[in-house]
């Protein structure tokens, strides 16, 4: 089951001078503002788990991220007003860190519906061009914007930016760097995912699984710009591959200049973590078994191990390659687990006969309707 969001997920990063510093380090402070809606305005269906993927959204700072719990503003089915308030303490705080000689750090992410002009707030809105103002005049060294919505693409019409063809064009010199980065889930053609399965949509869940760790291309226990926009586009295209709507490309777009990573995640602050080994290789879906959530989904390919930051607890780890479905226990706890392939239970793929008397591969094609504008 998979629903539709049209068409565009950004994520927007103002940096400045020092701005690839650990956010838990001493003389930086941290904040995030995570506003997620399920609410339509007028002529739009409500959402089904954009409140859910803020809630994930602003967990996965404090245990990953290096945000403080207290520091952290989760945010539901706000008005404008609300929202201005928030944003308005948020610039207050800035301001007194920085009077104070110290750093900060904002992050602002927002999952709901949206038009070309502005976000769709129930059934009022905020205009973008005013959420832009408001969230740059805040004078933070690193402001990271995740917004997971309809018709966003305003808010990416950055002044000298050049958009990317595909995702070879973006070199690794190309992101690792000051200035302004846009980071969309689909091209200006495509339409934007939210899958029944995961319960979130296709492009935040792929997101937050590479911040646990699944994006750590070079394995330094930290996720960066960089690796987390990698990660994100090709297991949002692999996913989306299967569906009816078909595949889904997440583009870029930047102005930058200087040198320097920046972290959005340390994975190996984990308390407890699963590996996939490196002979694993197959579609693989790690699920919680005592919350019956599915906590990653991603496309394991041979040769190398990967990491995936999990709370402790019992989990279900299934591996798809070709006809064949391994099913794996896993219990996560301090000093993490690794998935044991001789220990798995492996099974056929049951392949459904068609009234035709032929036979087809099971998909993901069932839709639950369009919502946006």
Same mark, same amino acid.
């Given at each position: 089951?998979?629903?539709?969001?049209?068409?565009?997920?950004?994520?927007?990063?103002?940096?400045?001078?020092?701005?690839?510093?650990?956010?838990?380090?001493?003389?930086?402070?941290?904040?995030?503002? %995570?506003?997620?809606?399920?609410?339509?305005?007028?002529?739009?269906?409500?959402?089904?788990?954009?409140?859910?993927?803020?809630?994930?959204?602003?967990?996965?700072?404090?245990?990953?991220?290096?945000?403080?719990?207290?520091?952290?503003?989760?945010?539901?089915?706000?008005?404008?007003?609300?929202?201005?308030?928030?944003?308005?303490?948020?610039?207050?705080?800035?301001?007194?860190?920085?009077?104070?000689?110290?750093?900060?750090?904002?992050?602002?992410?927002?999952?709901?519906?949206?038009?070309?002009?502005?976000?769709?707030?129930?059934?009022?809105?905020?205009?973008?061009?005013?959420?832009?103002?408001?969230?740059?005049?805040?004078?933070?060294?690193?402001?990271?914007?995740?917004?997971?919505?309809?018709?966003?693409?305003?808010?990416?019409?950055?002044?000298?930016?050049?958009?990317?063809?595909?995702?070879?064009?973006?070199?690794?010199?190309?992101?690792?760097?000051?200035?302004?980065?846009?980071?969309?889930?689909?091209?200006?053609?495509?339409?934007?995912?939210?899958?029944?399965?995961?319960?979130?949509?296709?492009?935040?869940?792929?997101?937050?699984?590479?911040?646990?760790?699944?994006?750590?291309?070079?394995?330094?226990?930290?996720?960066?710009?960089?690796?987390?926009?990698?990660?994100?586009?090709?297991?949002?295209?692999?996913?989306?591959?299967?569906?009816?709507?078909?595949?889904?490309?997440?583009?870029?777009?930047?102005?930058?200049?200087?040198?320097?990573?920046?972290?959005?995640?340390?994975?190996?602050?984990?308390?407890?973590?699963?590996?996939?080994?490196?002979?694993?290789?197959?579609?693989?879906?790690?699920?919680?078994?005592?919350?019956?959530?599915?906590?990653?989904?991603?496309?394991?390919?041979?040769?190398?191990?990967?990491?995936?930051?999990?709370?402790?607890?019992?989990?279900?780890?299934?591996?798809?390659?070709?006809?064949?479905?391994?099913?794996?226990?896993?219990?996560?706890?301090?000093?993490?687990?690794?998935?044991?392939?001789?220990?798995?239970?492996?099974?056929?793929?049951?392949?459904?006969?068609?009234?035709?008397?032929?036979?087809?591969?099971?998909?993901?094609?069932?839709?639950?309707?369009? %919502?946006?504008?």
């Amino acid at each position: 089951m998979l629903r539709l969001l049209l068409p565009l997920v950004l994520l927007v990063v103002a940096l400045g001078g020092v701005a690839h510093a650990d956010p838990s380090a001493p003389g930086v402070a941290t904040y995030a503002i %995570v506003v997620g809606t399920n609410a339509g305005g007028a002529g739009q269906t409500d959402l089904r788990y954009a409140e859910d993927d803020a809630r994930r959204v602003g967990g996965i700072l404090t245990e990953l991220g290096g945000y403080a719990p207290g520091t952290v503003d989760v945010v539901l089915h706000p008005t404008p007003d609300v929202l201005r308030d928030r944003l308005a303490q948020l610039a207050t705080r800035v301001h007194a860190d920085l009077a104070a000689g110290r750093q900060a750090r904002v992050f602002f992410y927002y999952s709901g519906h949206a038009r070309a002009t502005a976000l769709d707030l129930g059934a009022e809105e905020m205009p973008l061009a005013e959420l832009r103002t408001r969230l740059f005049s805040v004078p933070a060294t690193l402001t990271v914007v995740v917004l997971d919505a309809c018709q966003s693409g305003a808010f990416s019409r950055i002044k000298g930016a050049a958009p990317a063809a595909d995702f070879s064009f973006n070199s690794r010199q190309h992101l690792d760097a000051t200035g302004t980065a846009v980071l969309a889930s689909s091209s200006g053609s495509e339409l934007s995912q939210e899958s029944e399965q995961l319960r979130s949509s296709y492009f935040t869940h792929h997101l937050l699984v590479g911040l646990r760790g699944a994006g750590d291309a070079n394995h330094d226990g930290q996720v960066s710009i960089d690796e987390a926009y990698r990660y994100a586009y090709h297991q949002t295209l692999l996913a989306t591959a299967e569906t009816a709507v078909g595949g889904q490309h997440v583009t870029f777009e930047a102005d930058l200049k200087g040198h320097g990573e920046v972290p959005m995640s340390f994975p190996r602050a984990a308390t407890a973590s699963i590996e996939l080994p490196a002979a694993l290789e197959g579609k693989t879906l790690v699920q919680d078994r005592r919350a019956h959530a599915v906590v990653a989904e991603t496309y394991k390919a041979k040769g190398a191990a990967v990491r995936i930051a999990v709370a402790p607890g019992d989990y279900e780890v299934l591996v798809r390659h070709g006809q064949a479905l391994s099913r794996c226990q896993v219990t996560a706890g301090p000093g993490g687990a690794a998935v044991d392939l001789d220990r798995c239970a492996t099974e056929a793929i049951v392949v459904e006969q068609t009234k035709g008397g032929g036979f087809v591969r099971p998909m993901r094609i069932e839709l639950t309707g369009l %919502v946006g504008a």
